[in-house]
């Protein structure tokens, strides 16, 4: 499995940014898919995630009501859409894939990763 994240920039706060992950394979509809994130002397952490059917999401607590994580399985594609963007949301975005239906909250059960896109929101 090949993930392609895209769709970062920069951004003034309060504004809106919409990432996209493209995924190679025939089996997409199969994984759980989910959003990390990376700023600059921290850890990775958990964004989004989206079970095989796009029925069932998890949000972290710091984006929960400003983010939605959606898929179009025709597609092969998950997507983050970022509204009320602040500054401590500056970092870089990666989408991952695991290899069972259902998402996780944890980076450890996620077997595939895109190469990241880079998120700036400027005060």
């Known amino acids: 499995v090949q993930l392609q994240a895209s769709g970062g920039g920069l951004v003034q706060a309060g504004g809106s940014l919409r990432l996209s992950c493209a995924a190679s394979?025939?089996?997409?509809?199969?994984?759980?898919m989910g959003w990390f994130r990376q700023a600059p002397g921290k850890e990775r952490e958990f964004v989004a995630a989206?079970?095989?059917?796009?029925?069932?999401?998890i949000y972290a607590d710091s984006v929960k009501g400003r983010f939605t994580i959606s898929r179009d399985n025709a597609k092969n594609t998950v997507y983050l859409q970022m509204n009320s963007l602040k500054p401590e949301d500056t970092a870089v975005y990666y989408c991952?894939?695991?290899?069972?239906?259902?998402?996780?909250?944890?980076?450890?059960?996620?077997?595939?990763w895109g190469q990241g896109t880079q998120v700036t929101v400027s005060s």
């Open positions: 991952a894939a695991r290899l069972q239906r259902y998402y996780s909250d944890s980076q450890y059960e996620y077997h595939y």
């Open positions: 394979g025939r089996t997409f509809s199969s994984y759980g």
């Open positions: 989206i079970n095989w059917s796009g029925g069932s999401t």
